[in-house]
């Protein structure tokens, strides 16, 4: 793996990414994977964003409109099925990352997406059915995804904001759900993880720490967010990461 190296556009892509995690829920792995995997390789960038990412997720899924138990607790029990197809979906992606060329998940990703937010934009909500069926299919996608390409909120978010105008439920659930994936990735890229230079933790670890920052930030940002913007404003999130 090469030594990763502290330069001026990482802070910045860091810093805007946490910011916008902390306003909108989403986007950090999405806008990280998107500027390093062409320095680095898209599996050697998962690495490299794995805990800050985690961090973040782990920070919105916990903290913020009740406390931390009521926040870990609720949504555990309640989606405990999503969680679970996730868990195999993401199990699922890391072995694609690994056999084969992401791309090709990555060109049908954006197509699919694409397609959700321009429709959505439009005014042509698509309401996806709030079954079991549904969930668990929409669960083992995301995961299947998020495990190969680290783009979980993609997908899910095309899920959440079907079933759900609650900013807080989709921020949290979310959050859990992509934390679950870097779980995942780390105990299946645990021998890649382990090669990782110690200058490079060094520097990951200030990015962790400037990140944490910016989801802090941002997340005061978002909190005076009315419902409505925060739904226009995560569509073109979407749209522009297509």
Same mark, same amino acid.
């Given at each position: 793996m090469k030594t990763l190296t502290l330069e001026v556009w990482l802070i910045a892509l860091f810093l805007v990414a946490s910011l916008l995690h902390g306003i909108a829920g989403m986007g950090f792995p999405l806008i990280t994977i998107g500027a390093l995997s062409s320095p680095y390789g898209l599996a050697e960038a998962i690495i490299i964003v794995l805990i800050p990412t985690a961090v973040l997720n782990l920070i919105a899924w916990l903290f913020g409109n009740g406390s931390i138990w009521h926040n870990f607790s609720h949504y555990l029990r309640k989606y405990w099925m999503l969680i679970v197809v996730s868990v195999i979906g993401s199990a699922l992606g890391v072995y694609?990352?690994?056999?084969?060329?992401?791309?090709?998940?990555?060109?049908? =990703?954006?197509?699919?997406?694409?397609?959700?937010?321009?429709?959505?934009?439009?005014?042509?909500?698509?309401?996806?059915?709030?079954?079991?069926?549904?969930?668990?299919?929409?669960?083992?996608?995301?995961?299947?995804?998020?495990?190969?390409?680290?783009a979980t909120s993609s997908v899910?978010?095309?899920? /959440? /904001?079907? @079933?759900?105008?609650?900013?807080?439920? @989709?921020?949290?659930?979310?959050?859990?759900?992509?934390?679950?994936?870097?779980?995942?990735?780390?105990? @299946?890229?645990?021998?890649?993880?382990?090669?990782?230079?110690?200058?490079?933790?060094?520097?990951?670890?200030?990015?962790?720490? =400037?990140?944490?920052?910016?989801?802090?930030l941002g997340g005061r940002l978002g909190s005076c967010l009315p419902k409505e913007k925060f739904r226009l404003l995560t569509l073109v999130i979407l749209l522009l990461l297509a």
């Open positions: 694609l990352l690994l056999v084969m060329n992401s791309a090709y998940l990555m060109l049908t =990703l954006a197509v699919a997406v694409l397609w959700y937010a321009i429709m959505s934009l439009l005014g042509k909500k698509i309401v996806l059915p709030n079954n079991l069926v549904s969930l668990m299919i929409i669960g083992l996608v995301a995961g299947v995804i998020g495990g190969a390409t680290n899910l978010l095309m899920y /959440l /904001l079907s @079933i759900s105008d609650d900013k807080f439920t @989709i921020i949290k659930l979310g959050n859990l759900c992509y934390f679950v994936n870097k779980l995942v990735q780390a105990i @299946i890229l645990k021998d890649a993880i382990m090669s990782v230079p110690s200058q490079t933790w060094v520097v990951i670890a200030f990015l962790t720490v =400037l990140s944490v920052v910016g989801i802090v």
